[in-house]
């Protein structure tokens, strides 16, 4: 049985979770869940995204990290090895997930931080398409890659296959726009399940509102709801907001289509849509703009109208 | 452009928070040796040696 289970996760961690998020995907796009909002633009930066960190960015940091670790670490290789089981699961999935909802919360609290990021929200859409939409750099620098190639490194390999597994789970379903989780709000005998769970882990509801395209209708949430496997750490630092409810719309308010090499590669190619976040000249971040001096800019309107 | 400080703050705090969540479950692991007596970190391979081979 524990081979079987075993098996399960050797391959979701390889092939096993691209084919579900294919096959999500594919349902997601036979029910219409895109509304024609999937352009030729959001199409190609969607797919590259998809593929790149698979084939380039996740071989070239595993084979860095082998030929570094013994070189800087020579007599650390398994030196954790004897940890049991369980307490090394909780070890990693604390230090994996709690990393990652610092590296996701300091990109939209820090300002500077915040473009790196941008890509990941300005999708109009929830789903399979743009779960693994990134800018580049924001890939490159995960900081949990590091963390959990280490912890492999220092022995601790076999939990890191089980946590990396079910956190790609949870995250897979948080951004699914199969809404999973609503029969824990709606069918009594489950709701107690629900209460724990929406509290526990990230749900379809709690991640949705990050990706809102509004922060003020009492659904969204886009300035928190940081947390990825864990809703725990919204939960415990007060970022999250917790409503059973879905936005009405996703992305970002002040988004201008920009070419989809430059949302993957900024700031090594820049946009060319006037005003963009993304451009040579434009804001650091958009909705900090007022809306008067953005319109002003776009010369569309030379009145005050805030 | 700057984070504000109210901002800066709550950052602060959190990190420190953090900090000790980390350590949370390396501290209850030992904390659980202490009280089981166990010492894994003290099993060492054994090697089997077959003498009639």
Same mark, same amino acid.
């Given at each position: 049985m ?5 098996q ?9 979770l691209p084919?579900i998020m294919?096959?999500i995907g ?9 509304e024609n ?6 199409r190609i ?8 960190p698979k ?7 595993a084979y860095?990290g ?9 007599n650390?290789?398994n030196i954790?090895?004897?940890v ?5 699961f909780?070890?990693?999935?604390v @230090?994996?997930d709690?990393?990652?909802?610092w590296y ?7 300002p500077?931080?915040?473009r790196?990021h ?25 900081s949990?890659?590091y ?12 939990p890191?296959?089980f ?8 995250t897979t379903?948080?951004?699914?726009s ?23 882990i ?11 395209d509004?922060?003020d209708d ?8 940081? @947390? !990825?496997?864990?809703? *725990?750490w919204?939960v ?5 907001i ?9 992305g970002?308010k002040?988004?201008k289509?920009?070419?989809?090499y430059a ?22 971040? @958009?909705d900090?703009?007022p809306?008067?001096?953005e319109?002003? !800019? ?9 | 452009?700057?984070?504000?400080k109210?901002t ?7 990190? *420190?928070i ?11 692991m030992?904390?659980?040796?202490k009280?089981?007596g166990?010492r894994?970190?003290?099993k060492?391979?054994?090697t089997?040696?077959n003498k009639?081979?």
């Open positions: 524990i081979q079987y289970i075993e399960i996760f050797t391959h979701l961690n390889t092939w096993g084919v294919l096959l594919i349902a997601e796009f036979a029910f219409g869940l895109y909002q999937w352009t030729k633009n959001e930066l969607d797919i590259v995204c998809f593929v790149v084939v380039v960015v996740r071989p070239f940091i860095v082998l030929l570094l670790f013994p070189v800087f670490l020579p650390a290789k954790f090895a004897w049991p089981f369980w307490w090394g909780a070890i990693i999935a @230090g994996d709690l990393t990652q909802y996701h919360r300091l990109h939209h609290q820090l500077w931080l915040w790196f941008r890509t990941h929200h300005s999708a109009p859409y929830m789903g399979m398409a743009m779960a693994s939409r990134q800018n580049i750099i924001y890939t490159i620098f995960f949990q890659i963390l959990t190639t280490t912890l492999v490194y220092l022995g601790l390999g076999y890191v296959l946590v990396t597994g079910i956190k790609a789970l949870i379903g948080a951004h699914s199969i809404k999973w989780d609503k029969p824990f709000y709606t069918i009594k005998w489950l709701k107690p399940i629900g209460w724990v769970l929406e509290r526990f990230s749900t379809p509801a709690t991640h949705h509102a990050h990706h809102a509004s922060d009492g659904v969204g949430h886009y300035k928190g709801n940081f @947390g !990825n496997m864990f809703f *725990l919204d415990i630092f007060g970022t999250g917790i409503t059973r409810q879905y936005p009405s719309g996703y970002i002040h988004y289509q920009e070419e989809w949302q993957f590669l900024w700031p090594i190619f820049k946009s060319r849509k006037e005003g963009s976040e993304l451009a040579p000249n434009g804001p650091m971040v @958009g900090a703009v809306l008067e001096k319109v002003i !800019n776009r010369g569309l309107l030379t009145e005050s109208i805030v | 452009m700057k984070t504000d109210v800066q703050q709550k950052i602060i705090r959190d990190v *420190l953090s900090l000790v969540l980390y350590a949370l479950p390396v501290i209850l030992l904390l659980s040796f009280i089981t166990q894994p970190w003290k060492t391979a054994t089997t040696v009639n081979a």
